[in-house]
Protein backbone atom coordinates (compact mmCIF):
# COMPACT_ATOMS: atom_id res chain seq x y z
CA UNK A 1 0.00 0.00 0.00
CA UNK A 2 1.80 3.32 -1.33
CA UNK A 3 1.97 5.80 1.72
CA UNK A 4 -0.46 8.77 0.83
CA UNK A 5 0.18 12.38 2.02
CA UNK A 6 -1.22 13.58 5.00
CA UNK A 7 -3.84 16.82 4.58
CA UNK A 8 -5.99 19.08 7.01
CA UNK A 9 -8.71 20.60 5.38
CA UNK A 10 -11.33 23.18 6.30
CA UNK A 11 -11.10 22.76 10.34
CA UNK A 12 -10.57 23.57 13.35
CA UNK A 13 -10.60 22.51 17.24
CA UNK A 14 -13.36 23.65 19.36
CA UNK A 15 -15.55 23.53 22.62
CA UNK A 16 -18.61 21.29 21.57
CA UNK A 17 -21.71 21.68 22.46
CA UNK A 18 -22.28 17.72 21.91
CA UNK A 19 -19.18 16.52 23.93
CA UNK A 20 -16.20 17.89 25.58
CA UNK A 21 -14.10 19.39 22.20
CA UNK A 22 -14.88 18.73 18.46
CA UNK A 23 -13.54 19.35 14.98
CA UNK A 24 -15.73 22.30 12.78
CA UNK A 25 -15.53 23.47 9.81
CA UNK A 26 -14.30 26.58 8.74
CA UNK A 27 -16.04 27.26 5.50
CA UNK A 28 -18.92 25.78 3.70
CA UNK A 29 -18.13 22.10 2.10
CA UNK A 30 -20.15 20.19 -1.06
CA UNK A 31 -20.81 16.57 0.00
CA UNK A 32 -17.88 14.21 -0.94
CA UNK A 33 -15.01 17.04 0.48
CA UNK A 34 -12.10 16.15 1.51
CA UNK A 35 -11.65 17.22 5.06
CA UNK A 36 -8.68 15.17 7.14
CA UNK A 37 -6.18 12.10 6.11
CA UNK A 38 -4.40 11.35 8.60
CA UNK A 39 -1.83 8.23 9.87
CA UNK A 40 -2.64 6.49 12.50
CA UNK A 41 -0.15 6.78 15.89
CA UNK A 42 -0.53 2.80 15.43
CA UNK A 43 -2.94 -0.23 14.10
CA UNK A 44 -3.02 -3.50 15.20
CA UNK A 45 -5.47 -6.34 13.27
CA UNK A 46 -6.60 -9.66 13.00
CA UNK A 47 -9.13 -12.25 10.64
CA UNK A 48 -11.41 -13.14 13.76
CA UNK A 49 -14.11 -15.52 13.17
CA UNK A 50 -17.33 -14.48 13.98
CA UNK A 51 -17.23 -17.53 17.19
CA UNK A 52 -14.07 -16.16 18.40
CA UNK A 53 -13.30 -16.19 22.11
CA UNK A 54 -13.11 -12.82 24.04
CA UNK A 55 -9.69 -13.90 24.81
CA UNK A 56 -8.40 -13.53 20.67
CA UNK A 57 -10.03 -10.42 20.26
CA UNK A 58 -8.13 -9.21 23.80
CA UNK A 59 -5.00 -9.77 21.82
CA UNK A 60 -5.20 -7.30 19.58
CA UNK A 61 -6.38 -4.84 22.31
CA UNK A 62 -2.79 -5.79 23.90
CA UNK A 63 -0.92 -5.96 20.93
CA UNK A 64 -2.17 -2.77 19.88
CA UNK A 65 -1.64 -0.93 23.52
CA UNK A 66 1.97 -2.44 23.32
CA UNK A 67 2.37 -0.75 19.43
CA UNK A 68 1.30 2.66 21.66
CA UNK A 69 3.31 2.17 24.75
CA UNK A 70 6.57 1.35 22.13
CA UNK A 71 6.05 4.63 19.93
CA UNK A 72 5.06 7.25 22.79
CA UNK A 73 8.03 5.89 24.79
CA UNK A 74 10.35 6.45 21.45
CA UNK A 75 8.74 10.18 20.06
CA UNK A 76 8.08 13.06 22.46
CA UNK A 77 6.15 14.08 19.41
CA UNK A 78 3.72 11.14 19.69
CA UNK A 79 3.84 11.83 23.59
CA UNK A 80 2.59 14.95 23.47
CA UNK A 81 -0.17 14.27 20.77
CA UNK A 82 -1.80 11.60 23.08
CA UNK A 83 -1.82 13.66 25.79
CA UNK A 84 -4.22 16.40 24.01
CA UNK A 85 -6.91 13.71 23.85
CA UNK A 86 -9.23 13.30 26.95
CA UNK A 87 -9.93 10.68 29.43
CA UNK A 88 -13.54 11.34 29.60
CA UNK A 89 -12.53 12.73 33.26
CA UNK A 90 -11.57 15.99 32.63
CA UNK A 91 -12.88 16.90 28.94
CA UNK A 92 -14.30 20.29 29.80
CA UNK A 93 -11.28 21.18 31.73
CA UNK A 94 -8.76 20.98 28.87
CA UNK A 95 -7.42 23.31 26.62
CA UNK A 96 -8.71 23.70 22.66
CA UNK A 97 -5.45 22.33 21.23
CA UNK A 98 -4.44 24.54 17.83
CA UNK A 99 -5.00 22.76 14.84
CA UNK A 100 -1.38 23.70 13.51
CA UNK A 101 0.01 21.45 16.24
CA UNK A 102 -1.07 18.37 14.02
CA UNK A 103 0.38 19.33 11.10
CA UNK A 104 3.30 17.34 10.06
CA UNK A 105 5.49 20.29 9.74
CA UNK A 106 4.89 20.70 13.25
CA UNK A 107 7.29 17.89 14.36
CA UNK A 108 10.43 20.13 14.32
CA UNK A 109 8.75 22.66 16.49
CA UNK A 110 10.78 22.71 20.03
CA UNK A 111 7.87 23.61 21.66
CA UNK A 112 7.10 19.94 22.21
CA UNK A 113 7.02 18.71 25.63
CA UNK A 114 9.11 15.41 27.00
CA UNK A 115 7.10 14.46 29.51
CA UNK A 116 6.47 10.98 29.92
CA UNK A 117 2.87 9.73 29.88
CA UNK A 118 1.30 8.34 32.80
CA UNK A 119 0.73 4.44 31.53
CA UNK A 120 -3.01 4.26 33.53
CA UNK A 121 -4.02 7.64 31.89
CA UNK A 122 -2.86 6.02 28.25
CA UNK A 123 -5.17 3.15 28.76
CA UNK A 124 -8.15 5.52 30.04
CA UNK A 125 -7.27 7.48 26.43
CA UNK A 126 -7.81 4.74 24.54
CA UNK A 127 -10.12 3.40 25.69
CA UNK A 128 -12.14 6.46 25.19
CA UNK A 129 -10.39 7.36 21.14
CA UNK A 130 -9.73 4.51 19.86
CA UNK A 131 -11.76 3.72 16.42
CA UNK A 132 -12.44 0.33 15.13
CA UNK A 133 -11.71 -0.37 11.42
CA UNK A 134 -14.14 -1.20 9.03
CA UNK A 135 -14.34 -3.07 6.19
CA UNK A 136 -15.70 -1.54 2.76
CA UNK A 137 -15.84 -5.13 1.27
CA UNK A 138 -17.98 -6.38 4.11
CA UNK A 139 -20.11 -3.57 3.85
CA UNK A 140 -20.72 -3.81 0.05
CA UNK A 141 -19.99 -7.33 -0.81
CA UNK A 142 -20.40 -9.55 2.39
CA UNK A 143 -16.89 -10.35 2.18
CA UNK A 144 -14.55 -10.21 5.00
CA UNK A 145 -16.49 -10.23 7.62
CA UNK A 146 -13.88 -11.75 10.13
CA UNK A 147 -11.80 -8.87 9.33
CA UNK A 148 -11.16 -6.37 12.96
CA UNK A 149 -8.94 -3.80 13.16
CA UNK A 150 -8.33 -1.16 16.16
CA UNK A 151 -6.08 2.20 15.84
CA UNK A 152 -5.86 5.33 17.17
CA UNK A 153 -6.17 8.32 14.65
CA UNK A 154 -5.55 11.45 16.80
CA UNK A 155 -7.16 14.50 15.33
CA UNK A 156 -10.27 11.98 14.02
CA UNK A 157 -10.62 11.34 17.67
CA UNK A 158 -11.78 14.68 17.96
CA UNK A 159 -14.95 13.96 15.92
CA UNK A 160 -17.93 13.36 18.34
CA UNK A 161 -20.89 11.30 17.59
CA UNK A 162 -23.87 12.13 16.33
CA UNK A 163 -27.45 10.02 14.90
CA UNK A 164 -27.31 13.03 11.96
CA UNK A 165 -24.00 12.71 10.74
CA UNK A 166 -22.07 15.15 8.20
CA UNK A 167 -18.87 13.17 7.46
CA UNK A 168 -17.74 9.53 6.88
CA UNK A 169 -14.50 7.75 7.37
CA UNK A 170 -12.78 5.46 4.75
CA UNK A 171 -9.33 3.39 5.87
CA UNK A 172 -6.66 3.05 3.43
CA UNK A 173 -3.86 0.96 4.97
CA UNK A 174 -2.43 2.99 8.04
CA UNK A 175 -4.69 5.95 7.16
CA UNK A 176 -7.85 7.13 7.76
CA UNK A 177 -10.00 9.66 5.12
CA UNK A 178 -12.71 11.80 6.10
CA UNK A 179 -14.86 13.34 3.97
CA UNK A 180 -17.79 15.01 4.32
CA UNK A 181 -20.98 12.66 3.18
CA UNK A 182 -23.34 16.21 2.81
CA UNK A 183 -23.40 19.71 2.29
CA UNK A 184 -21.47 21.33 5.43
CA UNK A 185 -21.80 24.86 6.75
CA UNK A 186 -19.19 27.06 7.93
CA UNK A 187 -19.11 26.47 12.00
CA UNK A 188 -20.72 23.57 11.36
CA UNK A 189 -19.76 20.72 14.07
CA UNK A 190 -18.10 17.75 12.25
CA UNK A 191 -20.01 14.37 13.56
CA UNK A 192 -19.53 10.35 12.37
CA UNK A 193 -21.78 7.49 13.21
CA UNK A 194 -20.23 5.35 16.17
CA UNK A 195 -22.90 2.83 15.33
CA UNK A 196 -25.90 2.07 12.11
CA UNK A 197 -28.50 4.97 12.74
CA UNK A 198 -30.82 4.01 10.45
CA UNK A 199 -32.75 2.74 13.57
CA UNK A 200 -35.13 3.25 15.50
CA UNK A 201 -34.44 5.36 18.75
CA UNK A 202 -34.73 2.66 21.26
CA UNK A 203 -32.31 0.39 19.31
CA UNK A 204 -29.85 3.72 19.14
CA UNK A 205 -29.90 4.45 22.69
CA UNK A 206 -29.00 1.17 23.25
CA UNK A 207 -26.15 0.81 20.87
CA UNK A 208 -24.97 4.34 22.75
CA UNK A 209 -25.21 2.97 25.89
CA UNK A 210 -22.74 0.35 24.56
CA UNK A 211 -19.78 2.81 23.70
CA UNK A 212 -20.72 4.25 27.15
CA UNK A 213 -22.44 7.32 26.43
CA UNK A 214 -26.44 8.45 26.03
CA UNK A 215 -26.28 10.31 22.67
CA UNK A 216 -28.47 13.73 22.67
CA UNK A 217 -28.14 15.04 19.05
CA UNK A 218 -30.88 17.42 17.60
CA UNK A 219 -32.31 14.08 16.05
CA UNK A 220 -32.42 12.08 19.10
CA UNK A 221 -33.97 15.22 20.96
CA UNK A 222 -36.63 15.15 17.93
CA UNK A 223 -37.35 11.79 18.56
CA UNK A 224 -37.54 11.88 22.30
CA UNK A 225 -39.97 14.15 22.41
CA UNK A 226 -42.59 13.37 20.28
CA UNK A 227 -46.03 13.98 21.47
CA UNK A 228 -47.25 10.82 19.51
CA UNK A 229 -44.17 8.95 20.79
CA UNK A 230 -46.15 6.01 21.90
CA UNK A 231 -47.81 5.55 18.15
CA UNK A 232 -44.28 5.15 16.98
CA UNK A 233 -43.53 2.62 19.75
CA UNK A 234 -45.74 0.71 18.38
CA UNK A 235 -44.95 0.76 14.81
CA UNK A 236 -41.29 -0.16 16.11
CA UNK A 237 -42.81 -3.28 17.80
CA UNK A 238 -44.48 -3.88 14.90
CA UNK A 239 -41.02 -3.92 12.90
CA UNK A 240 -39.58 -6.21 15.73
CA UNK A 241 -41.72 -8.79 15.76
CA UNK A 242 -41.42 -9.58 12.13
CA UNK A 243 -44.13 -8.32 10.23
CA UNK A 244 -44.18 -9.96 6.84
CA UNK A 245 -45.36 -6.99 4.95
CA UNK A 246 -43.30 -4.10 5.41
CA UNK A 247 -45.46 -2.22 3.54
CA UNK A 248 -47.86 -2.16 5.54
CA UNK A 249 -45.33 -0.73 8.24
CA UNK A 250 -44.19 2.37 5.46
CA UNK A 251 -47.69 3.18 4.68
CA UNK A 252 -49.04 3.63 8.77
CA UNK A 253 -45.68 5.39 8.54
CA UNK A 254 -46.18 8.24 5.87
CA UNK A 255 -50.07 7.87 7.17
CA UNK A 256 -49.14 8.89 10.56
CA UNK A 257 -46.38 11.75 9.06
CA UNK A 258 -49.03 13.31 7.21
CA UNK A 259 -51.30 13.64 10.21
CA UNK A 260 -48.76 14.42 12.40
CA UNK A 261 -48.01 17.52 10.16
CA UNK A 262 -44.26 16.50 10.64
CA UNK A 263 -42.14 18.87 8.65
CA UNK A 264 -38.95 19.36 7.13
CA UNK A 265 -35.62 17.48 8.19
CA UNK A 266 -38.08 15.60 10.89
CA UNK A 267 -39.45 13.33 7.90
CA UNK A 268 -35.68 12.45 7.43
CA UNK A 269 -35.02 11.49 10.67
CA UNK A 270 -37.92 9.23 11.24
CA UNK A 271 -37.99 7.56 7.70
CA UNK A 272 -34.51 6.67 8.51
CA UNK A 273 -35.28 5.18 12.07
CA UNK A 274 -37.61 2.76 9.97
CA UNK A 275 -35.06 2.06 7.15
CA UNK A 276 -35.51 -1.45 7.43
CA UNK A 277 -38.88 -1.09 6.40
CA UNK A 278 -38.22 1.32 3.58
CA UNK A 279 -35.82 -0.39 2.10
CA UNK A 280 -37.20 -4.14 1.77
CA UNK A 281 -40.52 -2.46 0.09
CA UNK A 282 -38.14 -0.62 -2.52
CA UNK A 283 -35.91 -4.06 -3.08
CA UNK A 284 -39.12 -6.09 -3.57
CA UNK A 285 -40.95 -6.17 -6.81
CA UNK A 286 -44.17 -7.65 -5.46
CA UNK A 287 -44.18 -5.47 -2.39
CA UNK A 288 -43.95 -1.99 -4.70
CA UNK A 289 -47.03 -3.23 -6.89
CA UNK A 290 -48.67 -4.14 -3.87
CA UNK A 291 -47.59 -0.21 -2.12
CA UNK A 292 -46.30 1.54 -5.02
CA UNK A 293 -48.95 4.31 -5.50
CA UNK A 294 -50.06 4.59 -2.05
CA UNK A 295 -46.81 5.44 -0.11
CA UNK A 296 -44.13 8.11 -1.02
CA UNK A 297 -41.86 7.48 -4.54
CA UNK A 298 -38.70 6.25 -3.20
CA UNK A 299 -36.48 9.03 -4.83
CA UNK A 300 -38.32 11.34 -2.42
CA UNK A 301 -37.52 9.15 0.49
CA UNK A 302 -34.30 8.92 -0.24
CA UNK A 303 -33.73 12.69 -0.77
CA UNK A 304 -35.20 13.34 2.61
CA UNK A 305 -33.02 10.63 4.53
CA UNK A 306 -30.06 11.79 2.84
CA UNK A 307 -30.67 15.47 3.68
CA UNK A 308 -31.45 14.39 7.36
CA UNK A 309 -28.57 11.76 8.20
CA UNK A 310 -26.10 12.04 5.33
CA UNK A 311 -25.36 9.43 2.58
CA UNK A 312 -24.97 5.63 3.63
CA UNK A 313 -23.87 2.55 1.50
CA UNK A 314 -27.52 0.81 2.47
CA UNK A 315 -29.20 4.32 1.00
CA UNK A 316 -26.66 4.05 -1.95
CA UNK A 317 -27.89 0.33 -2.57
CA UNK A 318 -31.70 1.19 -2.58
CA UNK A 319 -30.75 3.90 -5.04
CA UNK A 320 -28.82 1.78 -7.74
CA UNK A 321 -31.44 -0.78 -7.42
CA UNK A 322 -34.05 1.47 -7.68
CA UNK A 323 -32.69 3.13 -10.79
CA UNK A 324 -32.20 -0.11 -12.52
CA UNK A 325 -35.45 -1.88 -11.45
CA UNK A 326 -36.63 1.53 -13.29
CA UNK A 327 -34.72 1.33 -16.26
CA UNK A 328 -34.19 4.96 -15.30
CA UNK A 329 -30.01 6.05 -16.85
CA UNK A 330 -31.20 9.78 -17.51
CA UNK A 331 -28.98 12.80 -16.87
CA UNK A 332 -30.72 14.24 -13.26
CA UNK A 333 -30.90 10.50 -12.28
CA UNK A 334 -27.14 10.20 -12.78
CA UNK A 335 -26.58 13.56 -11.23
CA UNK A 336 -28.24 12.55 -8.25
CA UNK A 337 -26.33 9.01 -7.82
CA UNK A 338 -23.61 10.84 -8.18
CA UNK A 339 -24.27 13.20 -4.94
CA UNK A 340 -24.92 10.27 -3.64
CA UNK A 341 -21.70 8.27 -4.81
CA UNK A 342 -19.94 11.06 -3.12
CA UNK A 343 -21.25 11.44 -0.19
CA UNK A 344 -20.60 7.45 0.38
CA UNK A 345 -17.03 7.39 -0.98
CA UNK A 346 -15.74 11.20 -1.81
CA UNK A 347 -15.42 13.16 -4.31
CA UNK A 348 -12.98 10.35 -5.73
CA UNK A 349 -16.27 9.14 -7.33
CA UNK A 350 -16.44 9.28 -10.82
CA UNK A 351 -19.41 8.97 -13.63
CA UNK A 352 -17.84 5.42 -14.84
CA UNK A 353 -17.96 4.07 -11.40
CA UNK A 354 -21.49 5.24 -10.88
CA UNK A 355 -22.70 3.72 -14.21
CA UNK A 356 -20.69 0.55 -12.90
CA UNK A 357 -22.20 0.49 -9.83
CA UNK A 358 -25.27 0.57 -11.63
CA UNK A 359 -24.95 -2.32 -13.61
CA UNK A 360 -22.86 -4.38 -10.88
CA UNK A 361 -25.53 -7.40 -10.07
CA UNK A 362 -23.50 -8.19 -6.85
CA UNK A 363 -25.97 -8.20 -3.80
CA UNK A 364 -25.16 -6.51 -0.49
CA UNK A 365 -25.47 -9.03 2.89
Same mark, same amino acid.
Given at each position: ??? +? =???????????????????? *????????????????????????????????????????????????????????????????????????????????? =?????????????????????????????????????????????????????????????????????????? *???????????? @????????????? @????????????????????????????????????????????????????????????????? +?????????????????????????????????????????????? +?????????????????????????????????????????? @????????
Amino acid at each position: MPE +L =AEYIGAVEVKKSEISGRGLF *ATKNVESGTLLLVTKAIAVDRAVMPQDSSENAQLVIWKNFIDKVRNFATKCDRINSLISKLSNSEDEDSMEVPNIESFRPE =AEMNSGISSEKLDVSKMLSILDVNSILEHSISSKVLGKNVDYQGVGLWVLASFINHSCDPNVRRLHVGDYVVIH *ASRDVKAGEELN @IAYFNVLSPLEDR @IEMAKNWGFSCKCRRCKFEDNLCFKQEMREIETTLRNGVVDMGSVVYRLEEGLRRWMVRGKGKGY +LRASFWEAYSKVFDSEKLMRKWGRKIVPFETVVDSVVDAVGSDEQI +LKVFIEGLKRNGINGVVEMEKGMKLGRGVYGKIMKKQAMRTL @IQFDGTQE
